[in-house]
């Protein structure tokens, strides 16, 4: 259980903190992303924000659980949020944000269960 719990909560942080880097940075992907979900440019950087706070939260929660635990809820919370944006404009490009969903998901249901909050 210990591996899984370490294994996909660090792929979960990776790919959150990538995405959180290139949103920080300006990249134009993540703004061709808000444009397409007609949602202002200048939430580009809250997200990158909320995104590198998740990262760093599921990370530090391999010291302080429930710090991992609220770091997951946000990041699901955020990634249906992305979801609902993408259903919400028509799109059809779910393939992302569902990936980024399944995998903190996995790490928040592996944090719970390893760390005896069922």
Request: charged share 5%; net charge positive.
């Amino acid at each position: 259980m210990f591996v899984a719990y370490v294994t996909v909560t660090v792929l979960a942080a990776v790919f959150t903190g990538g995405a959180a880097v290139t949103y920080l940075i300006g990249h134009p992907y993540p703004k061709a992303q808000l444009g397409m979900k007609r949602l202002p440019r200048s939430w580009g950087p809250r997200l990158g924000l909320a995104l590198a706070a998740g990262t760093v939260g599921q990370l530090a929660g391999f010291a302080v659980p429930l710090l991992g635990t609220l770091a997951g809820v946000g990041l699901v919370l955020y990634f249906v949020g992305a979801l609902a944006a993408h259903l919400r404009v028509g799109s059809r490009q779910l393939v992302g944000p569902a990936v980024f969903l399944v995998f903190v998901a996995a790490a928040l249901v592996l944090n719970a269960g390893y760390h005896g909050l069922w």
